[in-house]
């Protein structure tokens, strides 16, 4: 098993726990909206905050995704909503920044399945580079359709267009080594 496989698996492996805020990334629609609420009500976290910089119909980032997180039982003094960053890395260092000034501890990261482990190591740098004291829990959507059309495309398709953007941002050294995941995950292991 390579690095990378045991590093998807630790990320998608459903780790709960209850965190200071969840951080809903925009994209993939709305389909991410219904698990951030679901955590929520489930009183994992106090507070939802919303990435919803971006309003890309074709890209799947919508601007109103705050409205629909509200609709579906959030309300709205519990959301907070980010409308900066263009990227995954930017949008990490909001969050990171939003983090250190409110004296947060622990967040929980909700993006889609396909998308969570490059977020994961992208906000693990991030963590690493501001020398931040925060912990992340990992909590991908749900019972997405692995094989839907979507103007963004299909999500099955997706992960291979994923892997290409993590060896990428590997190169480039704006994620997180996957030797540096699974040796968090060794330092947070049931904690």
Request: charged share 30%; no cysteine; glycine share 10%.
């Amino acid at each position: 098993m390579t690095d990378f496989e045991k590093s998807l698996a630790l990320v998608l492996s459903g780790e709960e726990g209850k965190a200071d805020a969840i951080i809903l990334l925009q994209g993939d629609g709305y389909a991410r909206a219904p698990h951030a609420v679901r955590l929520f009500k489930r009183g994992l976290a106090p507070r939802v905050v919303i990435l919803a910089g971006i309003n890309n119909k074709t890209g799947g980032g919508f601007y109103d995704l705050p409205d629909t997180v509200s609709e579906l039982g959030v309300p709205k003094g519990k959301i907070l909503v980010i409308r900066e960053g263009a990227s995954t890395k930017e949008e990490a260092g909001l969050v990171i920044d939003m983090a250190q000034k409110k004296g947060w501890k622990k967040i929980i990261i909700v993006t889609s399945p396909y998308h969570q482990l490059r977020a994961f190591l992208t906000y693990l740098k991030t963590v690493d580079d501001r020398k931040a004291s925060l912990k992340i829990i990992n909590s991908a959507a749900r019972g997405l359709p692995w094989f839907e059309a979507n103007p963004w495309g299909r999500r099955f398709d997706l992960l291979s267009v994923e892997k290409k953007k993590i060896e990428k941002y590997a190169a480039e050294g704006d994620i997180a080594t996957f030797g540096r995941l699974i040796e968090y995950y060794r330092q947070h292991d049931g904690n």
